[in-house]
């Protein structure tokens, strides 16, 4: 039997690589030699934790259709099939249940409201949802590649993947997900067009806390939509910069060099009286205050950076920053494969924008706990693991 080598992930920052059996591909599945995957903020994060079982992770990343079934075709959702061995695809890390009250009332595929679901590189009882997972990730049950961090990912049916054009690098697909999340927090700011709370349109004033991956590509998005402004605040210089070289902000503001109050009171002149809308990118509860803050009257807030519970509370007054700004406070963490298929295309113009620049950390398999520890180095922005093929 042929085997293949994952990163296995046995205990707080204690990862293994270790040669796995490759299982026969099934009729309505289909096999992919990984070409790279991309070091998500939440691998960081989970890595400080005690996994419930040995699993694999890595829910980014693009590969190689080395075998599939007879039947994949018609059992896989496909943007820009139909598909063959030696195509190249990304996914949509989750695949949910279709039938619970979640997928019913939110349709099917949209991730966090199922109640049972599967991750790719991600463990289920680490989500936090009820319900049960309906795909077992447990390392020892095949088949055992269900991680980007592995020479291999089994693709089960149900998966929505992606047939990458030949002109777009493996290295590129890997930013689907968190392209993703950009996309779908400028959905959700969005308003029916003219209406007084409109937040989004080409006159807009965007302020976005936190240049980390997410942030940085969110301004991207938001420079080719055409808005009138993009204020990119971060504590390092070389993500200020990154901001500027990757999706050409407009103003700067380093949180480190600028107290609390000059951010806000910079914010304002820059913007006219207050931000039209603030994409919250920092993983801080302080940094949802200072976005409040720096929103103008019927102003809207999109919460994307405390996706993961701190148990850090923080105080506001509502009649000052809610009611008397009529502000629009919007928490995000329900996305789904529409938004997927958006950002797609986004990366499509890989040729005209430089995403490659946002690999500050490129690694082996072997290399790969090293460089989740460097997550919070100053000259970091997002690591990736690359293999040989």
């Known amino acids: 039997m042929k085997s293949g080598r994952a990163a296995v992930w046995k205990g707080r920052y204690d990862i293994e690589i270790r040669n796995l059996p490759i299982v ?59 598909l063959r061995e030696g195509d190249r695809i990304a996914v949509y890390p989750w ?28 463990p289920y ?6 319900g049960k997972e309906i795909i077992s990730s447990r390392i020892e049950v095949p088949p055992h590649f269900k991680g980007g961090f592995g ?31 950009a996309v ?22 965007v302020v976005i806390l936190g240049a980390g991956p997410v942030g940085l590509l969110t301004a991207l998005v938001l420079r080719i939509m055409g808005v009138e402004k993009i204020i990119m605040i971060d504590g390092y210089v070389s993500k200020l910069n990154m901001a500027k070289e990757v999706a050409n902000v407009d103003e700067t503001i380093n949180f480190n060099e600028v107290s609390y109050e000059s951010r806000i009171s910079m914010v304002k002149e820059m913007t006219n009286g207050g931000a039209d809308l603030v994409v919250q990118c920092a993983n801080t509860t302080v940094a949802f205050v200072e976005g409040l803050e720096m929103i103008r009257r019927l102003g809207t807030l999109v919460e994307v950076g405390n996706v993961v519970p701190g148990g850090q509370e923080v105080g506001i007054d ?52 090293g460089t989740l520890t460097k997550m919070r180095d100053q000259d970091y922005v997002k690591g990736v693991v690359v293999f040989d093929n």
Not at 106 to 111: D, K, M, Y
Not at 112 to 120: G, K
Not at 125 to 130: C, D, N, S, V
Not at 163 to 171: R, T
């Open 184 to 205: 779908r927090a400028l959905e959700l700011s969005q308003r029916e067009p003219g209406t007084i709370e409109e937040a989004l349109d080409t006159n807009s004033k």
């Open 151 to 181: 020479e291999y990912v089994y693709i089960f049916p149900g998966t929505y993947v992606w047939k990458i054009p030949d002109d777009m690098p493996s290295l590129i697909a890997t930013l689907l997900d968190p392209t993703a999340v």
């Open 318 to 369: 509502p009649a000052r920053l809610v009611c008397n700004k009529h502000a629009r406070i919007i928490g995000m963490s329900a996305n789904h494969p529409g938004a997927f298929n958006k950002a797609f295309h986004i990366l499509m113009r890989h040729e005209k924008h430089a995403f490659d620049k946002l690999f500050t950390h490129i690694c082996k398999l072997e290399e790969l706990l």
């Open 95 to 122: 695949i949910t249940c279709g039938k619970c009250e979640g997928c019913l009332k939110h349709r099917p595929g949209t991730c966090t409201t199922c109640c049972n679901s599967f991750v790719y590189g991600t």
């Open 24 to 82: 026969e591909v099934k009729k309505d599945g289909a096999l992919i030699k990984v070409h790279a995957a991309s070091i998500c903020g939440s691998d960081a994060h989970i890595m400080q934790m005690d996994p419930p079982y040995e699993c694999s992770i890595g829910h980014e990343f693009a590969g190689e259709i080395v075998a599939m079934g007879n039947d994949a075709n018609d059992s896989l959702n496909i943007y820009g099939g139909p």
């Open 125 to 130: 009882p680490i989500l936090g949802l009820q």
